[in-house]
């Protein structure tokens, strides 16, 4: 009979570096400094959110408006990734594309930011702040007395990771040797399998979708 074998799950899987979810602390943010207004102001983003962000004067000329690849009137630390477009002339949404798992983001408008007439934006002390969800994988999947000779195991997280990563952290385990047997990753029409251990060779894909399922 064979004897039962268990996944271990590196926590280094990621797309990025992933930061670890950070303390509950009073928030010290002035999302309507100097009337900018932000909305929503506070709480959780993530891939696809938007920010709408909304100035008391004019910023740009109409000739901004829907014009894509505008430089945002804010900066994030640590890094937001998205793409912002101007609604009007005194209104902008910035769309969000990735965030840092487990971070809290903090905006802050860009140093010497100028209205459309060139005065410079009076607004001090402004800021927002959001987190993110911190980095997870689950797995229905729970022990086995026996497996196939290709045992598959269906895994998802909930941010994208990069394959040749997950044949490098995740493996599947002896539970009385020790001994580690490695995983081949395949990608077929966003779907992942992870497959082990009798398949030799890594098949190298691109990153995963997000929500996508494995198997190994």
Known sequence: MRRAIFILISVLIAAGNLHAAPKETKSNTKPDAGGVLIEPSEGEIAAGAELTITFPNAMVGTDKIDMSGQPSPFVSEPKIEGGFLW??????????????AGAKHR??????????????????????????????????????????????IPLDSNYNVRLTEVAEHVYF?????????????????????????????????????????CRI
Do not use: M, Y
């Not at 910035?94 to 840092?100: D, E, I, L, P, R």
């Not at 402004?126 to 045992?151: G, K, M, N, R, V």
């Open 87 to 100: 609604k009007s002339q005194t209104e902008g949404v910035f769309t969000v594309k990735a965030v840092v």
């Open 107 to 152: 905006l802050t408008l860009v140093r010497d930011l100028k209205d459309a007439s060139g005065k410079r934006v009076d607004a001090p002390g402004w800021s927002a702040e959001f987190s993110a969800a911190p980095f997870s994988i689950t797995s229905d999947f729970t022990e086995h007395e026996q497996l196939d000779s290709q045992p598959q």
């Open 173 to 213: 385990q002896d539970r009385d040797s020790r001994q580690r047997f490695p995983v081949d990753v395949i990608l077929r029409a966003n779907r992942c399998r992870w497959i082990a251990p009798t398949i030799s060779s890594l098949t190298d894909c691109s990153t995963r979708k997000v929500g996508a399922r």
